[in-house]
């Protein structure tokens, strides 16, 4: 087929849900627009009501326009919606595609085009066993979560990894931990960290790293900086991090605190853990004192 040039603002950009929206791969093909221009024409399909639905080619519509570029090389297929998605799926390369990715494609044949799991298997030349596995990854994890993998803030392999395992295992935990990081990007290694130290720890441990995972990154990085030192002098590094929380959380006790009772009982409630648990510390650190002095 011949490529036709379509104006931008004709192009529906129906599809983007299915695809992590990461700043790094759009940021390259911004670069490459703005060097040799578009080398790939996109693929749509035509509406009767003269709109193109965009099937492949999102980051190049997207460094298009961020360039103000009104017009883009495009192959209108002569296929239906669901035909056309098939398509450009047994296209694309699998390598650049995560199992998340294909979920999302997945549900939106069944949700959206009436696709059974049989048909799907037999279209892909796939086992209905990798279909619902593929599914599963998508029921497993909050909407709200799947919205900030989309964003490009986690990537999809990190997110398979371990955040699908933190999901099956404690949803709100999940959850709760996404919220945290707020929009901060994390890396495969920080989430595997998390994730790990998660598994590992106590009910209390695992709700102080889902709470403040930013925290405890920080921490962690701190401690890991000088592992012959940390194997040297742990008890050390341990003191020296309550002290940085304790002046931590002096900054932030007028912007944190608040006036209802509710907020106030948890509040008082893991302060006396707090407490307890460092008056113990203090004492066995006075007794070794008295023997020193």
């Given amino acids: 087929m011949k490529p036709v040039e379509i104006e931008l603002y004709?192009?529906?950009?129906?599809?983007?849900?299915?695809?992590?929206?990461?700043?790094?791969?759009?940021?390259?093909?911004?670069?490459?627009?703005?060097?040799?221009?578009?080398?790939?024409?996109?693929?749509?399909?035509?509406?009767?009501?003269?709109?193109?639905?965009?099937?492949?080619g999102y980051k190049r519509v997207y460094a298009a326009r961020k360039l103000a570029i009104d017009l883009v090389f495009a192959i209108v297929l002569n296929l239906d919606e669901a035909s056309a998605l098939l398509l450009w799926h047994s296209q694309e390369q699998s390598s650049t595609r995560s199992a998340l990715e294909d979920g999302w494609f997945l549900q939106e044949l069944i949700d959206q085009h009436n696709l059974s799991r049989e048909k799907l298997a037999n279209k892909l030349q796939r086992s209905e066993s990798w279909i619902s596995r593929r599914l599963a990854l998508v029921t497993d994890l909050p909407e709200e979560v799947q919205s900030v993998i989309r964003s490009g803030q986690i990537c999809p392999y990190a997110v398979s990894k371990f955040l699908i395992p933190l999901a099956r295992t404690n949803k709100t935990d999940c959850l709760t931990l996404v919220k945290n990081l707020g929009k901060k990007h994390i890396s495969s290694r920080e989430l595997e960290c998390i994730y790990k130290a998660w598994i590992q720890g106590t009910k209390h441990h695992k709700e102080n790293i889902v709470n403040d995972p930013k925290l405890f990154l920080q921490i962690e990085?701190?401690?890991?900086?000088?592992?012959?030192?940390q194997r040297k002098g742990s008890l050390l590094q341990n003191i020296e991090i309550v002290y940085h929380l304790c002046c931590r959380s002096q900054t932030r006790f007028w912007k944190d605190v608040k006036e209802s009772t509710e907020f106030n009982k948890m509040l008082f409630k893991k302060w006396d853990k707090a407490t307890a648990a460092f008056l113990a510390l203090k004492k066995l650190i006075d007794e070794r004192k008295t023997n020193v002095e």
């Fill in 221 to 229: 990085k701190k401690i890991q900086k000088k592992p012959d030192e």
């Fill in 10 to 56: 004709k192009i529906e950009l129906k599809y983007s849900h299915l695809r992590t929206n990461a700043a790094k791969p759009k940021a390259g093909m911004v670069a490459s627009f703005s060097l040799i221009g578009q080398q790939n024409p996109v693929l749509v399909i035509l509406t009767s009501d003269k709109k193109y639905i965009l099937i492949d």
